[in-house]
């Protein structure tokens, strides 16, 4: 499956952004799909994933600001991030793992959306 991120930019504090992924080559109904992000300086760490159950796992620092949602019809998986922080700044990723559960690593990754947060 091939995964392409869209969506990312400059904005301010306080305000909202929705990042889009695009599957294509496969249906994403296989795969277990989410959004990793990594910060300048720091390793990439899981925002929300899905499993092909619907059943959502939320990184460890991770608040509720972000929601996941999966089209299957669409073949596509966005990120709604609201009230969003300078801290969120950083390369969003879309991927996707194998077999459909969230319990292993991801197989196939984008190439990441930047999104920048000013304050």
């Known amino acids: 499956v091939r995964l392409e991120e869209s969506g990312g930019g400059s904005v301010q504090a306080g305000g909202s952004l929705k990042l889009s992924c695009v599957a294509s080559?496969?249906?994403?109904?296989?795969?277990?799909m989410g959004w990793f992000r990594q910060a300048p300086g720091k390793e990439r760490e899981r925002v929300v994933s899905?499993?092909?159950?619907?059943?959502?796992y939320y990184g460890e620092s991770v608040e509720g600001r972000f929601i996941i949602s999966k089209d299957n019809d669409a073949n596509t998986l966005d990120l709604q991030i609201d009230s969003l922080k300078p801290e969120d700044t950083a390369m969003y990723y879309c991927?996707?793992?194998?077999?459909?559960?969230?319990?292993?690593?991801?197989?196939?990754w984008g190439k990441g959306t930047l999104v920048t947060i000013s304050s």
């Open positions: 991927a996707a793992a194998i077999g459909g559960l969230c319990s292993r690593g991801m197989d196939y």
């Open positions: 899905i499993d092909t159950f619907g059943s959502t």
């Open positions: 080559g496969d249906t994403v109904r296989r795969y277990c």
